[in-house]
């Protein structure tokens, strides 16, 4: 049972651009987000995070929204960059520390 | 100085052997953790080792051991491979404060390829 869903496998946007990326969950006692960001051959990096009694945080070019009533997240990235290309992960936890990852956007920023 | 580091990065082997995996953390973090990513790109949590103690253990067949001589090492090891055990293995390790689980360090990956 995936908990954590990234419907969109990929992505591309061009350079400047915004880039939008979606996470739904249904476990309902998740209550902290967070975002990693995958290069190929290295492991995934943490970018951002938001605990759900926050709606919003934001940190540089990286925005991640949280809807909790529509149990939905995202990451907005503006302005994209071509360094940005690469898998995103969305992931959740509760307070038993079992976080549960989806299975990755992968964004590609065209010059 | 890398983080969380994993030997091997790659590793091929036949149906039925055993093999292990190496994990080692450097950050002084207490809790470390055994994902599996498989052929859909899921990243699956295997175990969580909390000072060295046993927190997680998703439904994981036990012919995968994990092992953890100290709060810095982190070691699986498979037995009787199987094709399905084909995967990308992550270690990752992260602080835990209370019952909340701080962000997780990855490792490179360790690719098993069972033939």
């Known amino acids: 049972d995936q908990q954590v869903k990234q419907n969109s496998p990929s992505l591309s946007v061009q350079e400047g651009r915004i880039s939008i990326l979606n996470c739904d969950y249904t476990?309902?006692?998740?209550?902290?987000f967070l975002w990693y960001k995958k290069y190929p051959a290295e492991g995934p990096t943490f970018l951002i995070s938001?605990?759900?009694?926050?709606d919003k945080n934001e940190d540089g070019r990286f925005t991640v929204f949280l809807n909790k009533s529509a149990k939905h997240l995202s990451l907005h990235i503006v302005p994209s960059q071509p360094g940005d290309s690469a898998v995103y992960f969305c992931?959740?936890?509760?307070?038993?520390?079992?976080?549960?990852f989806g299975a990755g956007t992968r964004l590609t920023v065209k010059p | 100085d890398t983080a969380v580091s994993q030997t091997p990065k790659y590793l091929v082997t036949q149906m039925g052997n055993d093999k292990s995996i190496k994990c080692e953390q450097n950050?002084?973090?207490?809790?470390m953790y055994w994902y599996k990513q498989d052929s859909k790109k899921f990243l699956k949590i295997m175990f969580s080792?909390?000072?060295?103690?046993?927190?997680i253990n998703e439904t994981v067949p036990n012919r995968f051991s994990p092992k953890s001589p100290d709060k810095a090492h982190l070691n699986l090891h498979i037995n009787s491979l199987e094709l399905g055990d084909s995967a990308v293995y992550f270690c990752?390790?992260?602080?835990?404060?209370?019952?909340?689980?701080?962000?997780?360090?990855f490792g490179e990956g360790s690719r098993l390829t069972v033939l």
């Open positions: 990752a390790s992260s602080w835990t404060s209370g019952r909340r689980t701080g962000e997780l360090f």
């Open positions: 476990n309902s006692m998740f209550d902290y």
């Open positions: 938001i605990s759900s009694i926050k």
């Open positions: 992931a959740a936890s509760a307070h038993n520390n079992d976080m549960r």
């Open positions: 950050l002084g973090h207490d809790t």
């Open positions: 080792y909390n000072n060295k103690e046993l927190i």
